[in-house]
Structures are given as structure tokens and as C-alpha cells.
T-cell receptor, first 109, second 113 residues
Framework: TQLLEQSPQFLSIQEGENLTVYCNSS?????LQWYRQEPGEGPVLLVT?????EVKKLKRLTFQFGDARKDSSLHITAAQPGDTGLYLC?????????FGQGTTLQVKP | DAGVTQSPTHLIKTRGQQVTLRCSPK?????VSWYQQALGQGPQFIFQ???????QRGNFPDRFSGHQFPNYSSELNVNALLLGDSALYLC????????????FGQGTRLTVV
């Protein structure tokens, strides 16, 4: 059974601080996605990483896929209140998504 | 592009009843997957449809069934509803053999009372 462990589960920080969310597994994934979800809404795709060692940047967000394609990280620089939400990582296995349990981020003004 | 649309957005059912949820995939997508998300948890894979057939199934009982139509839209049916079936049901669409990721609808919030 493939499992994705996200850490931390909860994060409460002040505006302007930096943070990193980790997503780890003992399984290899063909690709990994990061999503952001608001309460009562569906997850919104932020990025897909495919190649081991790949780094992608989306404004203040930096995503990295581990060399062995078993882990990933999301780094946010100078967090803003608009970054508040549930961040989910999901690994692709035979076309289906295996999700981590999510990281709830609260950014206080 | 309307993206992935789901209906209804909210639903209240009584224990033992049956429910049908609907999903229209993003334009150009041919694969539809359904997920169940309990409060405070990550989504759990229910099943996936491609070319009108169930291709993969997660660890859900036979009370959960689905269908995909020729226009790629899909339905999720749940029979004999239990209180524990209360959750946000998410539909995701993608293109077969694409690594671009899946796009989700806004979900259907099902409450079983």
C-alpha cells in the first residue's frame, strides 16, 4: 500500500515568514502533484513534477521532487494571508492519485 | 473553458437511501476519477472511468458504483447510505497517459442523517 506522509499537519505563522511543507513516501511515484484547497471547495492544482530532482517555481512557491521520486517539498517565501488553506500532495500510481493527509496553513496578518 | 463541474453542490439524504452524483469533465479530458474526502483528511480514491469502463477501484464497498457516458461525463451512485458516507465527494478529470495532473470539481457535500 502506497502512503504519503505530509508534515507538518498544522502550521500557523505570521505574514512575511518562510515555510516548508514535506511530503514523504517509501514508494516511487511516476509524478507528484501539489494542490491547495479552500474550505468547501475542490483542490486546485498548483504544480505537477515528473522528473527526479526537478525544481519548479510559481511566484513565491518553490516545489522540489526528490531524486528517487519518493518525496517532495513545497517552500513558500514571504507568506501572505492569501496563502492560507489546506495544502495537499498527491502521488500518481497507475493513473490514480494517492493523497497525503494535508497541511493546514494559517498565515496571520 | 468551464473546467470540471459537479452537481448538486450540497445534498442531504436519510440513512438507507440511494444517491446519484454527477460530473462533467474539463474539455479535452477523457478520464474521470471519484474521490471521497472526510473532514480534515486527504481525498481517498473511489474509482476511475475511462472509455466508459471502470479501470481501477479503491478500497470501497460495492454500494459505491459508477458510470461513464459517451460524452465522458460520469455518475457516482451510492446505495444503502450510512452515516459514515457523509463527506465531500470530488470528481477529477484528466487525459489518459498525460502527466499534466488531474483537475478537480468543487465537490458535492453529502450529509447522511
Amino acid at each position: 500500500t502506497q502512503l504519503l506522509e505530509q508534515s507538518p499537519q498544522f502550521l500557523s505563522i505570521q505574514e512575511g515568514e518562510n515555510l516548508t511543507v514535506y511530503c514523504n513516501s517509501s514508494s516511487v511515484f511516476s509524478s507528484l502533484q501539489w494542490y491547495r484547497q479552500e474550505p468547501g471547495e475542490g483542490p486546485v492544482l498548483l504544480v505537477t513534477v515528473v522528473t527526479g530532482g526537478e525544481v519548479k517555481k510559481l511566484k513565491r512557491l518553490t516545489f522540489q521532487f526528490g531524486d528517487a521520486r519518493k518525496d517532495s517539498s513545497l517552500h513558500i517565501t514571504a507568506a501572505q494571508p492569501g496563502d492560507t488553506g489546506l495544502y495537499l500532495c498527491a502521488g500518481t500510481v497507475t493513473g490514480k492519485l494517492i493523497f497525503g493527509q494535508g497541511t493546514t496553513l494559517q498565515v496571520k496578518p | 473553458d468551464a473546467g470540471v463541474t459537479q452537481s448538486p453542490t450540497h445534498l442531504i439524504k436519510t440513512r438507507g437511501q440511494q444517491v446519484t452524483l454527477r460530473c462533467s469533465p474539463k474539455s479535452g479530458h477523457d478520464t474521470v476519477s471519484w474521490y471521497q474526502q472526510a473532514l480534515g483528511q486527504g481525498p481517498q480514491f473511489i474509482f476511475q472511468y475511462y472509455e466508459e469502463e471502470e479501470r481501477q477501484r479503491g478500497n470501497f464497498p460495492d454500494r459505491f458504483s459508477g458510470h461513464q457516458f459517451p460524452n465522458y461525463s460520469s455518475e457516482l451512485n451510492v446505495n444503502a447510505l450510512l452515516l459514515g458516507d457523509s463527506a465531500l465527494y470530488l470528481c477529477a478529470s484528466s487525459r489518459a497517459r498525460s502527466s499534466l495532473g488531474a483537475f478537480f470539481g468543487q465537490g458535492t457535500r453529502l450529509t447522511v442523517v
